[in-house]
Structure formats: C-alpha cells, structure tokens
C-alpha cells in the first residue's frame, strides 16, 4: 500500500502522464492481458527504470515482473528483488534465457514481463529479438511502451501477436520508438527509422 501510494506522488509530481492506443478503464491495466511482454524504450538512463515502476503503480499494471541475474537474489537485498518483481535468470544455464522465461509464463497464468530491446543504455544499431522469440513461443501478445523524456509522456500500444519472423513486425515496433525522445536523445532509436522502411 505504501509503495504504491509513493510511486503514485512521485509521478504526480514528475509531472507524467500515460497516453495509451486502447481504451484503459480508470486505474486499470486491460483484464485480457494477464500475460504480456511489455517492450519498453529508448532505455538510455537509469531514470527509466524509476518511471517504470511508477507507472506499474498507477495503472495499476498486475503481476508485472523484470528479469535479473540469479546472484542478486543471494545477497542481502534479495527480498528487493523479490518484492519488487524481479524474476531471476540463471545467465550461465545450459538452457537459454528465451527458454527460462518461456517457462515462466508456462507456469504463470498470471505474468506480465517488462524488458528492454535495447538491452543495454548505450546507443544501439539494432534492437535484440529476445523479447520477439519470447512472445511468439510463449504465445503472448506484445504491447510497446515509449518512454518520451521530452513531453513526459509515457506511450502504450495496442496489444499485438507476434508475425511470422520478426522481421515482419520490426518496421512497426522501429517506427514506435523512433518517435519518442529518451531522458538522453542521443542514446535513442531515432536514427533506426531507415530500418523502418
């Protein structure tokens, strides 16, 4: 309860605001989506995470969840980890990270995962498919989320089954993105729209 109630003042107070593609009842996350990949960018700071989890408060976004590497789960601040969302990952693991998470919404009937295309907060030359691969074999639709720094607009799309290959669906997910102006510009997706064509 508390939690909330602070991520709630904190947004009120940035000053962010959602704008979605569909129609979202007041103070909830679409009840036809318990089970989504959520791609969020450009990631280009640190403040990105901390708007995320504002806005998982005000939606509000149930069982949303993030991947982190198993080791954090270990130490002291594990319970962090935990209580927060975060689903650990074995990264050195015979089986591969696609197949983990899979696995989680197998098990889940209830699993929203929000991550990063980019995967890292540097400038990128091209997006990583993991989140695609994910979704098609987890057999769950993907929403786009477009942080825009900028206008402190926080963009959804409409819910969305994964195509055929990914590179059906990338011209739409690149054009998303281009549009929207990270907490720095210059990490971006902006110079990705000639993939877009």
């Known amino acids: 309860m508390f939690s909330r109630a602070f991520w709630k003042l904190y947004w009120k107070l940035a000053g ?4 979605t593609a569909w129609q979202v009842p007041k103070d909830a996350w679409p009840g036809t989506l318990r089970q989504a990949i959520i791609a969020v960018a450009p990631h280009t700071s640190g403040w990105d995470v ?6 998982r408060a005000v939606m509000p976004i149930p069982n949303a969840h993030y991947l982190a590497k198993k080791e954090l789960f270990d130490g002291p601040f594990g ?3 935990k209580a927060s969302g975060g689903v650990p990952v074995d990264r050195g693991a015979s089986t ?3 197949d983990q998470v899979v696995e989680h919404f197998k098990t889940n009937s209830d699993f929203v995962l929000a991550l990063s295309p980019e995967g890292t907060r540097k400038r ?3 997006l990583k498919t993991g989140f695609w691969h994910i979704a098609k074999l987890a057999q769950v639709p ?3 989320a477009g942080l825009d720094f900028k206008h402190k607009l926080l963009h959804f799309s409409e819910p969305f089954v994964p195509g055929d290959t990914p590179e059906h669906d990338w011209p739409k997910i690149i054009r998303f993105f281009a549009a929207m102006e990270g907490k720095h510009p210059e990490n971006g997706l902006a110079h990705l729209q000639n993939q877009a064509q």
């Open 142 to 144: 993907i929403v786009l």
């Open 96 to 98: 591969n990270l696609v």
């Open 79 to 81: 319970w962090f980890f």
């Open 16 to 19: 962010w605001k959602v704008k």
């Open 50 to 55: 901390v708007t995320g989890m504002a806005a």
């Open 124 to 126: 990128v030359d091209r």
